[in-house]
Structure formats: C-alpha cells, structure tokens
C-alpha cells in the first residue's frame, strides 16, 4: 500500500534560518508528489506539486522541493524563513491519472519559526 | 479564486444525535472529497464524490454517510454521532490531478 512519512513532527527554527522538511514516499510505480500548508484556524492549501519533468519544483511564498526517484523522497525547502511560515506542512502522494483518484497525505510536519 | 466553505466552524453535539456537516464550493468541480484531521495521523479520507450522486468510499466511512444532490453541495452526515467521530472535518473540490481546494474545516465535539 502507498504511505507517506514525514520524519519530523516538529521543526523548530529560527527567523531567517533555512529550513529542510523530509518527506518520504513508499511506491513502485510513478506518483505525483504535493506538498500542502495548513495555517492555524484554516484550510489546506496547495504548496507545490510535482507531476513530471524537471525534479526541482518551485511554488508559493518561496518554498521549493526536489523530487528524489532514486532515494523515494520529495523533501521541502526554504533558504529563509520568516515567522508567517510558521503552519502545519503536510507532503501528500497520489498514484493514478484522474482528478478523483485518492491523495494519501503524510502525517504532517510543525513547523515553528522563532523571532 | 476557488472558494470552499463549511457550514459551521464549531460544533457542539451529543451522544445519539444525527449530526449534518454541509460543504460547498462555487468553481464548478466535478470532484468533493470529505475528510477528518486527528493530530499525528494526518488527513483520512472518509469519501469523495465524481458526480452528482455519485459517491465512494474512502479509508474510514464506518459511521458516516454522504449526499450530494447538487454539484456544488456535498453533504456529510454522522447518523449516530459518538464520542470518537470527535475530530476536525475537512471538506475539499477538485478539478485537477491532486489539486484540492479546501475549506476552512469544521471543528465537531462530541459529548
């Protein structure tokens, strides 16, 4: 069965200071990789995805992640955080080709910046 | 923008009680998905719907059913609310492959 690992529950870090969230995925076939925010009080809202070509994928308010075949990861990247960053991340993996096949999320990692 | 609301942020029920949580969305999606956040277990899916009356179930629907009569509409009900269907619901549409939109969720306790 497909899971998705997020090492860490709670990311500490300073303002400023870059920040490398893991992410892991179990699959033997291709996937499609997300990474999801969720700021307190709110919603999940759409980060980053990968679907295909190049492995570097850039998305909102700077984030960035690479995709890994070799290693099965999708870590998430920021060179600088600042302290609005600080939310529930969460990475997010879906194999298949329609809009409704399923999306199995990581368990979600806490990331807290600190003035 | 796409735009998902919920019809409560909090709830408060009791123990029996046929709870109602309403969803909806205003871009026209074919896909609604209904899931429950618990703290270190992430987003479960309950179920999701392709169509208009069309529904599936997702990884844990034991102790909900869902409706949805109009696109834009995708109800969640618990028949018989319980004490361990206390969570966060998340209601979310999609278009695209993976692509979700979701609302705000709704808090739900049970006593």
């Known amino acids: 069965a497909q899971s998705v690992t997020q090492l860490d529950s709670q990311v500490p870090v300073f303002e400023e200071a870059p920040v490398e969230l893991r992410c892991n995925y179990s699959?033997?076939?291709?996937?499609?990789l997300f990474w999801y925010v969720q700021y307190p009080n709110q919603g999940l809202q759409l980060l980053l995805k990968?679907?295909?070509?190049?492995?570097l994928v850039k998305g909102i308010n700077g984030f960035e992640a690479e995709f890994n075949k070799s290693q099965t990861s999708f870590h998430l990247r920021k060179p600088s955080v600042h302290i609005s960053d600080t939310a529930e991340y969460f990475c997010?993996?879906?194999?298949?080709?329609?809009?409704?096949?399923?999306?199995?999320f990581g368990p979600g990692t806490s990331l807290s910046v600190i003035p | 923008d796409v735009k998902v609301t919920q019809s409560s942020r909090y709830l408060v029920k009791r123990t029996g009680e046929k709870v109602f949580l309403e969803c909806v969305q205003d871009?026209?999606?074919?896909?609604m998905f209904w899931y429950r956040q618990d703290p270190g277990l992430g987003l479960r899916l309950i179920y999701f719907?392709?169509?208009?009356?069309?529904?599936e179930k997702g990884d844990i629907p034991e102790g909900y059913s869902v409706s949805r009569e109009k696109k834009e509409r995708f109800s969640l009900i618990l028949e018989s609310a319980s004490t361990n269907q206390t969570s966060m619901y998340l209601c979310?549409?999609?278009?695209?492959?993976?692509?979700?939109?979701f609302g705000p969720g709704t808090r739900l306790t049970v006593t």
């Open positions: 979310a549409s999609s278009l695209r492959i993976g692509e979700q939109y």
């Open positions: 990968y679907l295909s070509g190049s492995t």
């Open positions: 699959s033997s076939v291709s996937v499609y």
């Open positions: 719907s392709y169509d208009v009356k069309m529904k």
């Open positions: 871009m026209d999606h074919e896909n």
């Open positions: 997010a993996v879906i194999k298949g080709k329609t809009s409704y096949d399923k999306v199995i």
